[in-house]
């Protein structure tokens, strides 16, 4: 049977987690690149629901999420 998760398996969480993000980012570039035909559309990083706009949240949010985790998650 399986332990319990604790706070301990968390430690490296400060770096995964912004790898995941910039990973999904990728991957969102290149569904883009498959469907659309084009990388990335400047003009479309503004309007909410778009590719653009959600590789360019998920870009922001990895830095921001490495922060808060390394705070919070004490070594």
Do not use: C, Q, W
């Amino acid at each position: 049977m399986p332990r319990p998760p604790n706070l301990g398996d968390l430690k490296k969480i400060h770096l995964r987690l912004p790898i995941l993000l910039i990973g999904l980012a990728v991957l969102l570039v290149i569904d883009e690149y498959i469907k659309e035909g084009y990388l990335f559309d400047l003009r479309d990083v503004f309007i909410v629901g778009t590719h653009e706009f959600v590789v360019v949240v998920l870009f922001l949010l990895s830095p921001i999420s490495y922060v808060l985790a390394k705070s919070f998650i004490r070594d």
